[in-house]
């Protein structure tokens, strides 16, 4: 029995085929079974198609050398990719050509691990002198005070090949310096017993001298592990100031954002395990996800980086607009957060700029803090050289809100 079959001139020429046109050609059934295993190939035979599809999208076809279909262990291997790396894959065909579509870890996810952990989470557990710890006397004291930083960006140099606009150092004795401050205004102006710390994202400015989406190099004045323990000991130095001073201290930290990302975790992961051990009265909050939110009597607190680790490249804006207030909108509602909240507070880094918006919706607060850090040269040069601090806040009957910025 004969067959018309569509096959390329190099697969013709090996049936023994005249070239044609029309590129279809009467076959027998053992002669049509013989072209389509040379179809499933990557030999010389198919060359010509996947020279089409490359014009189109470079792809690394799945099938190796002998017409067969490789797993994703075989994929790595045959292509040199690093297995270990793979964090998601899925096998796809849109194109024409079986390949594997690779989602890999996060640049700083999987070096990170090497790490010693174990050594750094020993040097910073130190005992606590009881004897020491002090008790405050407040009077009139409000329901629970908030610290709020964001967009410390440890490792970033301000100044690269000096030339910056305006120079500001920002290395380890800087940062640590703007944290001691951070710990006395927080005290100095204390109004209650409770304490809140909200770290908003960006911590740590990369991790190889680029964002770890990867992609975006970064002047960086810190290698990889001095920037881990100038973080690590950034928050250690923050919470030894002030644990002292309260009696009951949670801190959240967000951990999804498009500068530290993963490598801000293993920080805060560090810095959790130290806590557990150190001040187990203190609760440590990491938050993977892009939004969250948590509760304070019927004060709801919805917390934000602006920005995530992968897919935004536009986040939420300084300003609110209708976007933005659908998209919140539509969180407070799948979370049933309008049931539970009498107020209800958005906050967000990432803009580097301090901004109080409590009129643009009846709904909700939409805040953006300062940057802790000064302006990166790319910001300096682009726009201006901007102001740097925190915030402090206090709260009581889910009424009275005390809002005060610290400019550094």
């Keep these: 029995m004969s067959k018309h079959v569509r096959m390329s001139d190099e697969i013709a020429k090996e049936l023994g085929k005249t070239i044609n046109k029309s590129k279809r050609y009467m076959c027998t059934d053992e002669e049509a079974e013989r072209a389509y295993a040379l179809k499933g190939s990557v030999s010389k035979t198919t060359k010509s198609r996947e020279k089409q599809v490359t014009e189109k999208e470079f792809v690394l076809s799945a099938w190796n050398d002998e ?24 096998l796809v065909s849109h194109t024409g050509t079986p390949y594997y579509n690779i989602r890999f870890k996060e640049v700083a996810e999987s070096e990170v691990m090497n790490f010693d952990l174990e050594e750094i989470v020993k040097k910073h557990i130190n005992p606590v002198d009881v004897d020491s710890v002090y008790v405050p006397i407040i009077k009139d004291e409000n329901d629970f005070d908030t610290l709020t930083y964001t967009d410390v960006h440890i490792g970033m140099d301000t100044n690269p090949d000096n030339k910056a606009m305006y120079s500001e150092k920002w290395d ?9 401050i951070m710990i006395k205004e927080t005290i100095n102006n204390q109004k209650s017993s409770t304490l809140i710390i909200d770290e908003l994202g960006d911590f740590l400015d990369g991790y190889n001298q680029q964002t770890t989406r990867g992609g975006h190099a970064l002047p960086q004045n810190m ?34 954002d498009n500068h530290a990302g993963s490598f801000g975790y293993f920080v805060n992961k560090a810095f959790k395990d130290i806590c557990s051990v150190k001040y187990p009265e203190v609760e440590v909050n990491n938050y993977n996800k892009f939004i969250n939110h948590y509760y304070m009597d019927n004060t709801c607190f919805v917390i934000t980086h602006g920005k995530d680790d992968t897919s935004l490249k536009f986040g939420f ?12 909108d539509q969180y407070l509602k799948q979370n049933d957060v309008y049931k539970h909240a009498s107020k209800i507070v958005f906050k967000k880094g990432d803009s580097h700029q301090a901004l109080f918006d409590m009129c643009s919706t009846d709904d909700f607060f939409y805040f953006n803090y300062p940057a802790l850090s000064p ?3 790319w910001v300096q040069n682009n ?7 925190f915030v402090l806040e206090s709260f009581k009957d889910s009424d009275i809100h005390e809002l005060k910025p610290i400019f550094i």
């Design 172 to 180: 380890r004795v800087h940062a640590l310096a703007s944290c001691d």
């Design 67 to 90: 017409g067969y279909m490789m797993d994703i262990d075989q994929y790595c291997s045959h292509y040199q990719l690093p297995r270990a790396d793979v964090k998601e894959y899925k």
């Design 375 to 377: 302006s990166s040269m």
């Design 383 to 389: 726009f201006k050289k901007g102001r740097r601090g």
């Design 317 to 328: 804006k300084p300003h609110l607009d209708t976007k933005g207030i659908e998209k919140i």
């Design 223 to 256: 290698s990889n592990e001095e920037a881990f323990d100038t973080a690590l000991e950034f928050k250690m130095r923050l919470i030894d100031g002030l644990a002292p001073y309260y009696t009951s201290i949670m801190i959240n930290n967000i951990c999804n």
